[in-house]
């Protein structure tokens, strides 16, 4: 199955972006899916090209807006297999408020950040996830802030399963993003995904050097405990999947959701695609 569209994607060379891409569409490839039951959601950021690069249903919406809009098409047809997909800038300031309520409503999808700890559409602003003495061109001193710790959030607001990846570890990437689209519930990866243009602190050479993969070590992601003290070891890049509920029920089988999706009429997915298809 080809999830790559004909577009020449226009990220600048070497961008984490491109890594992060590929394990998405090999995900979905080795999940069993196709270009016809799947719908990728972005927002916007250079992540938010995604939809243009990747072969399949796509919609690129407006800033920190994608989470809501993805589980929108999930509530209207459940046979979609979707995946929404941002940036940290996109994700965790404008959409912050959208991914807390997303990650406890737990509907069947997934959620891939290209977190790069940097805005780099905009051209090099510090984001939500910068270091604190990171000088950009907005912060010549730094932001003198925290960085967000997504993956605290995500704990803290329920979440049911909660995942770190590289984009330039293609095999370990391409498994931990499987595993968050064969989650039973919202499957959160964030994704360390260089920016090389406007970030020369969070390299690949940092991440190669600084990252330890879970799996080589005694974790069970079915601890939270263990979860979560993985997650506030600031000092610490930890890869793969952090924490997972293994008796998570998706919001859509829940007692009193179950049966009240919309109904597509048969049919309007086929001649959805080709006008697609006809537009691009
Ligand atoms: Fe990638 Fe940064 Fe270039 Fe954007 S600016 S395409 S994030 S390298």
Same mark, same amino acid.
């Given at each position: 199955?080809?999830?790559?569209?004909?577009?020449?994607?226009?990220?600048?060379? =070497?961008?984490?972006?491109?890594?992060?891409?590929?394990?998405?569409?090999?995900?979905?490839?080795?999940?069993?899916?196709?270009?016809?039951?799947?719908?990728?959601?972005?927002?916007?950021?250079?992540?938010?090209?995604?939809?243009?690069?990747? #072969?399949? +249903?796509?919609?690129?919406?407006?800033?920190?807006? /994608?989470?809501?809009?993805?589980?929108?098409?999930?509530? /209207?047809?459940?046979?979609?297999?979707?995946?929404?997909?941002?940036?940290?800038?996109?994700? +965790?300031?404008?959409?912050?408020?959208?991914?807390? #309520? %997303?990650?406890?409503?737990?509907?069947?999808?997934?959620?891939?950040?290209?977190?790069?700890?940097?805005?780099?559409?905009?051209? =090099?602003?510090?984001? *939500?996830?910068?270091?604190?003495?990171?000088?950009?061109?907005?912060?010549?001193?730094?932001?003198?802030?925290?960085?967000?710790?997504?993956?605290?959030?995500?704990?803290?607001?329920?979440?049911?399963?909660?995942?770190?990846?590289?984009?330039?570890? /293609?095999?370990?990437?391409?498994?931990?993003?499987?595993?968050?689209?064969?989650?039973?519930?919202?499957?959160?990866?964030?994704?360390?995904?260089?920016?090389?243009?406007?970030?020369?602190?969070?390299?690949?050479?940092?991440?190669?050097? %600084?990252?330890?993969?879970?799996?080589?070590?005694?974790?069970?992601?079915?601890?939270?405990?263990? %979860?979560?003290?993985?997650?506030?070891?600031?000092?610490?890049? +930890?890869? =793969?999947?952090?924490?997972?509920?293994?008796?998570?029920?998706?919001?859509?089988?829940?007692?009193?959701?179950?049966?009240?999706? /919309?109904?597509?009429?048969?049919?309007? *997915?086929?001649? %959805?695609?080709?006008?697609?298809?006809?537009?691009?």
């Amino acid at each position: 199955t080809d999830f790559k569209s004909d577009k020449q994607p226009t990220w600048c060379p =070497g961008c984490g972006d491109f890594g992060t891409m590929n394990g998405m569409m090999k995900a979905l490839a080795e999940t069993g899916n196709d270009p016809d039951n799947t719908f990728i959601v972005a927002g916007i950021g250079c992540s938010g090209k995604i939809g243009t690069y990747m #072969h399949s +249903y796509a919609l690129h919406g407006v800033h920190g807006r /994608a989470l809501p809009v993805g589980i929108g098409v999930k509530m /209207a047809n459940p046979d979609l297999e979707v995946m929404v997909s941002g940036g940290d800038g996109d994700g +965790y300031s404008i959409g912050a408020g959208h991914f807390i #309520h %997303a990650v406890r409503r737990n509907v069947d999808m997934s959620y891939v950040v290209m977190d790069n700890r940097i805005y780099g559409l905009t051209k =090099g602003q510090a984001s *939500p996830t910068s270091r604190e003495d990171f000088e950009t061109s907005t912060s010549p001193d730094g932001p003198n802030q925290p960085p967000v710790n997504p993956k605290a959030l995500a704990l803290a607001s329920g979440a049911t399963f909660i995942a770190q990846s590289f984009s330039s570890n /293609a095999q370990r990437h391409a498994e931990i993003v499987q595993q968050a689209v064969e989650h039973d519930g919202f499957g959160f990866v964030n994704v360390y995904s260089p920016c090389v243009t406007f970030n020369d602190v969070d390299t690949y050479d940092y991440f190669r050097d %600084a990252i330890v993969d879970l799996d080589e070590t005694d974790h069970d992601p079915s601890d939270r405990d263990q %979860a979560k003290d993985k997650i506030l070891e600031s000092e610490k890049e +930890y890869m =793969g999947v952090l924490y997972q509920d293994e008796d998570s029920v998706p919001f859509e089988e829940r007692e009193g959701v179950e049966g009240s999706m /919309a109904e597509i009429p048969d049919g309007a *997915p086929e001649g %959805a695609m080709d006008l697609v298809r006809e537009f691009y």
